[in-house]
């Protein structure tokens, strides 16, 4: 497929303190586009202006909400090479999110070609600072304009592109996770392994309920039995308990995080034995009246290692590692962030050169 580049004429300021950045707010010069249609498949490919999309107000993503999207990062080395973190994942974790919804697969070669033009093109976004970079959003949803259940017959594939520093303000300290107990995010057999819109709007009311209790994220049990750990709101979650280290297991209801993947396969690098297996809240709660509760983090494109120090359960506060650090956690998070921005050897294979 041919991709047609529309270059803008008139470039937008660059941030003045990358310090500030914050995450998601400012966008790049330019965003890639692709049109599907039924009976001609995916077409039109091209890097044009970011602008905004015309859109029908009977667009069917607007009442049914089917879309997709990913999310990851670009990260400039100290050699000023500009560097991807495993994208190839990220596009096949899309089509699993397609198959899911009913949208057709892309072509995932010719899609990673296109982020790297759309990223050579606005090269100039990518930060400088240590702990920043430039998230990349591929996204894809439902264009038609009819009001009526069915999937649909029209969708936009869109990237665009943002400079971004720490997910957390407060960059890798240990934050305080409330777990909830009345709602639920997903179900065996539903959306949650997918990357779709819907699975963040049901954990809105819980992440209100959060914020009110001085917690940064929600801690979701299972939708059934509501005591078996599935994942944090933005991450998937790991527990080190005792000499074993424990995430859930993918059983069809949480999303299968490439972060989540890398950590499994360095900490099995390194020695550890990590189990992935069903982890209920009580038993993270009796881990704790023992004392084998060392420490538990959570992991994401976004915020990478996340270390948490607080778990909020039933208005009682389990305390890990006294709120401090763990030395798993900050291994991980050198390692990850050393290999992303170029300044440790990747021994897996994960990088991919711009």
């Not at 982020?115 to 949803?141: A, C, H, M, N, Q």
């Not at 900490?267 to 034995?273: A, I, K, M, N």
């Not at 023992?290 to 778990?311: C, H, N, Q, R, Y």
């Not at 050198?334 to 170029?342: A, K, S, V, Y």
Request: with cysteine.
């Amino acid at each position: 497929m041919e991709l047609r580049i529309e270059k803008s004429t008139n470039l937008k300021p660059l941030p003045s303190d990358e310090g500030s950045l914050g995450f998601g707010i400012q966008f790049t010069d330019h965003m890639f586009l692709l049109n599907y249609d039924e009976g001609e498949g995916w077409h039109d490919a091209r890097i044009v202006p970011y602008a905004p999309i015309p859109l029908d107000p009977a667009a069917m993503v607007l009442h049914y909400g089917q879309e997709v999207f990913e999310g990851l990062k670009a990260y400039r080395t100290p050699d000023n090479d500009i560097q991807l973190f495993r994208p190839a994942e990220n596009f096949k974790r899309l089509n699993l999110s397609n198959e899911r919804v009913c949208i057709p697969t892309i072509d995932e070669e010719f899609a990673l070609y296109a982020l790297k033009e759309l990223i050579r093109l606005d090269e100039r976004w990518v930060p400088y600072s240590e702990g920043t970079s430039l998230y990349i959003r591929p996204f894809i949803f439902a264009t038609d304009p009819h009001v009526g259940v069915r999937a649909g017959n029209h969708y936009l594939f869109i990237i665009i592109m943002s400079p971004v520093g720490s997910y957390y303000p407060g960059g890798l300290t240990p934050i305080n996770i409330y777990v909830e107990r009345q709602y639920v995010r997903a179900v065996k057999g539903g959306t949650g392994t997918a990357k779709t819109g819907g699975n963040y709007s049901a954990s809105l009311k819980a992440q209100v309920e959060a914020k009110n209790q001085d917690c940064a994220q929600v801690l979701w049990l299972d939708g059934v039995e509501k005591k078996y750990i599935e994942e944090v709101g933005a991450m998937n979650v790991f527990f080190v308990i005792d000499d074993e280290i424990v995430t859930p297991s993918l059983e069809g209801s949480i999303l299968s995080g490439i972060t989540r993947k890398s950590v499994i396969e360095l900490l099995r690098s390194w020695g550890y034995t990590v189990h992935e297996r069903r982890l209920s809240i009580d038993e993270i709660i009796e881990a704790n009246n023992k004392g084998t509760l060392k420490e538990a983090f959570g992991t994401g494109t976004a915020a990478v290692i996340s270390p948490m120090g607080l778990l909020r359960v039933d208005n009682n506060d389990i305390v890990i590692n006294d709120k401090e650090i763990g030395s798993i956690s900050q291994r991980l998070y050198d390692e990850l962030t050393g290999i992303q921005r170029g300044i440790l050897k990747d021994n897996f294979g994960w990088i991919v050169s711009i």
